[in-house]
């Protein structure tokens, strides 16, 4: 027992010195900008923090937070808060020995869990993040330490006090406390024990409870506040409960049994962990309905009705997977299992500490961005204006004393109208804009007018350390006034296109409008699309009011060119209206216009309409077998550069693919592997051809097959392509 309690001791020290000295310098996810806001200036109204306000952790941050200040500790907010995390990691440590040697009495079994289950990315990672969720981890496993095995009824009645109080740090672990004290207490059929541990658990949320609806401005406003975050989390959260499909269940179960411990280790130790859950099962029915009572109830709540993509909910279930996981290998020869845990211990480890330390260092990908932006304006750049995608707001919010220009503020779906807005008041200005590198909306601007300065990424797996992180990866892109820009009612990605469908638009319902910027020399006009329906849709152009073109669009794919005469532009505003109507439905899903000797494309016959994945972060086109773009003619030598998929994933061999030009076989190639392809294309061969470029691939496949269903020829999937 003594060497236990040492072992024990040892594991708690060693686990909360390697944190102190990893405490992050910045925030990081928008929980953590809002609890830091929370610290600052508590106000659940305004999401400081968001709904139900943690404020058993706020008032515990504000005292860690304003003794590092005291200190003169750098980054003193975002240390304030995840100093709680480490401690509350540390903490825990003790009480997943306790609860799982009271289970069976297997002292060596539970203290190698605790260590295999301390050392897994997920909880060593989460023990340094600036958020709540260790800390109330924490809180919960005491609560089910406590009362693990035969509780006394004061250890019963100090264990839902402690539940209570739980709920102030984090209020999911009600899921995790609540169930097992009935689990505890109703069996023994003792009514004053239950009537006292309801007593005792509505004390301690009283005691967090009434100072929270005081400080909230009383009890309607506080529920005004927390009905709005309940919408937001059902209305804008993938979960189970709203998307379920067999895909989706996968994603789930990937994300919380095995991404916790990195992808190879996870799923060994899933293996190891069914195994040994049954062989608890069987040894110990008692032992397997406390951890069915003790975990069971959160797994399927984090399921159901959490994103499963954010790695750091499925944390309550890395200690129960650990001791099944050990639990498997008990029965092998002596110290077979101490041997295993310290394998998989150095396995997790090996994956943790390195980002760790770079997490430490650097920080957030979004504070890093906001850093170099002051730091680069100081250094004499000049900027007018700062933009960003919704997923950055609340960061620019805290960071606004730092930023050398003034924020553009815009809803989520909507940030591009705001630069609209910008470049029509202000035709010079020059915008610094915070992308999240799977927003594709910048499509709707000029490409040419934009460049990415630096990428921000974390330097290490999102999954299992950052999954789910808002915001996450960041571009930082210079942006100069374009030569186009456009408004409502285009579909230029799959995301803009699902855009204009829930706002009902479209050039059928309301002009759409290209606000093309005042020039003296022409400009060739390049709009593409396609006409959902039979027979032919009226597509009608007008630049400033006045009708240029009108064509019949048939059903299926269009790529139309067409020349505005020099001084066409000349006249009127820094920026020109010029409207697509449309007699029919149309999506418009191609544009572009520029002046002569800029090089231009289109995709043309042969392509299909753009897509897009989250899962993924890629946007695409695929190719039939045989498919054409448009390229502008400049009388010189372009560069057509195209990257893509590996085909293997769809045929046994690498597909044959000719790109030709006027019945003249430019280049060829045979991908087999994600390929980037530059093709030289000669001036006097685009000339002759008219700009039609073709792809000739030897294979495709039908996605519907022999059923029927989606009958497209698809040959490549295009992510880029460019002409130069």
């Not at 608890?280 to 069971?296: E, N, T």
């Not at 299992?464 to 408004?487: K, S």
């Not at 032919?536 to 059903?555: E, H, I, Q, W, Y």
Request: one cysteine or more; aromatic letters at 10%; charged letters at 15%.
């Amino acid at each position: 027992m003594t060497s236990l309690r040492s072992a024990r001791a040892a594991l708690v020290l060693v686990f909360l010195a390697a944190h102190l000295v990893w405490l992050p310098r910045t925030l990081e996810d928008l929980d953590s900008i809002n609890f830091a806001l929370g610290v600052r200036d508590f106000d659940v109204a305004r999401h400081q923090p968001h709904p139900p306000g943690y404020p058993v952790f706020i008032a515990l941050a504000k005292g860690s937070t304003a003794l590092l200040r005291g200190l003169g500790v750098e980054a003193a907010s975002p240390r304030g808060l995840a100093i709680w995390s480490a401690i509350g990691g540390a903490l825990a440590l003790p009480a997943i020995v306790l609860f799982f040697r009271r289970l069976e009495d297997r002292p060596s079994l539970a203290l190698w869990t605790t260590v295999v289950a301390a050392t897994a990315p997920l909880f060593w990672f989460t023990a340094l993040r600036p958020l709540s969720d260790m800390l109330g981890f924490s809180a919960a496993m005491w609560t089910l330490a406590l009362v693990a095995g035969a509780p006394s009824p004061r250890a019963v009645m100090g264990a839902a006090l402690l539940a209570g109080l739980a709920t102030g740090i984090r209020s999911q672990t009600a899921v995790l406390t609540v169930p097992f004290l009935l689990y505890a207490v109703l069996p023994r059929r003792l009514p004053l024990v239950l009537v006292g541990a309801v007593a005792a658990f509505v004390l301690g949320g009283i005691a967090w409870g009434i100072p929270l609806v005081v400080a909230s401005g009383g009890m309607s406003a506080y529920l005004r506040a927390l009905t709005s975050q309940a919408g937001e989390d059902f209305g804008g959260v993938a979960m189970l409960w709203t998307y379920h499909s067999r895909h989706d269940v996968l994603a789930a179960l990937e994300n919380t049994f095995i991404w916790p411990w990195d992808w190879r280790v996870g799923i060994l130790v899933c293996v190891l962990a069914a195994a040994g859950l049954l062989r608890i099962l069987l040894r110990s029915p008692r032992a397997a309905s406390a951890l069915a009572a003790a975990f069971a109830p959160y797994a399927a709540f984090h399921l159901l009705f959490q994103e499963t993509v954010t790695t750091r909910y499925a944390l309550p279930l890395v200690p129960l997977a650990a001791y099944g996981a050990l639990a498997a290998l008990e029965g092998l020869p002596a110290r077979a299992m101490q041997a295993a845990a310290i394998g998989i211990a150095v396995l997790s480890l090996a994956a943790a500490l390195p980002a760790s330390e770079r997490y430490a260092r650097e920080g957030a990908p979004i504070f890093r961005t906001f850093d170099d932006m002051a730091a680069t304006a100081h250094g004499g750049d000049r900027v007018d204006l700062i933009g960003m995608h919704a997923s950055a707001r609340r960061a620019a919010e805290w960071a606004a004393p730092i930023l050398p220009a003034r924020v553009a503020i815009a809803p989520h779906g909507s940030e591009w109208l705001t630069l609209i807005a910008a470049w029509r008041a202000d035709p010079t200005a020059r915008i610094w804009f915070a992308a999240d590198p799977i927003r594709t909306d910048l499509s709707l601007f000029d490409p040419h007018a934009r460049v990415t300065a630096r990428r921000y990424t974390w330097g290490f797996e999102t999954l299992p350390f950052v999954g789910g992180a808002r915001p996450d990866e960041i571009d930082w892109l210079h942006m100069e006034p374009p030569n186009w820009m456009l408004d409502r009612g285009w579909s230029l990605t799959a995301e803009v296109g699902g855009i204009t469908a829930r706002d009902r638009l479209g050039p059928a319902a309301a002009p759409a409008v290209a606000w093309l910027r005042a020039r003296g020399d022409e400009t060739t006009v390049l709009i593409g699309g396609r006409h959902i329906g039979a027979g032919t849709a009226t597509v009608a152009l007008r630049l400033n009011g006045t009708p240029v073109d009108t064509f019949a669009a048939p059903s299926g794919f269009f790529l139309r060119q067409l020349t505005l005469p020099a001084g066409a532009l000349s006249t009127g505003t820094a920026y020109q209206p010029f409207d697509v109507t449309s007699i029919g439905e149309v999506s418009l899903e191609q544009f572009d216009a520029q002046p002569p000797g800029v090089a231009m494309f289109g995709y043309d016959i042969g392509w299909h309409e753009p897509e897009f994945s989250a899962a993924e972060r890629r946007a695409w086109r695929w190719t039939s077998d045989h498919a054409d773009l448009w390229v502008r003619p400049i009388g010189r030598a372009v560069t057509l550069r195209l990257a893509g998929e590996n085909p293997l994933r769809y045929f046994k061999a690498p597909p044959h693919v000719r790109v030709t030009v006027a019945g003249r076989e430019i280049a060829a190639f045979d991908p087999a592997g994600d390929f980037e392809q530059a093709v030289q294309i000669p001036g006097d061969a685009l000339d002759a051809a008219h700009g039609r470029v073709t792809l000739d691939t030897s294979s495709f496949f039908v996605p519907g097959g022999a059923a029927g269903g989606d009958r497209r020829r698809l040959s490549l999937r295009v992510y880029r392509v460019t002409v130069e």
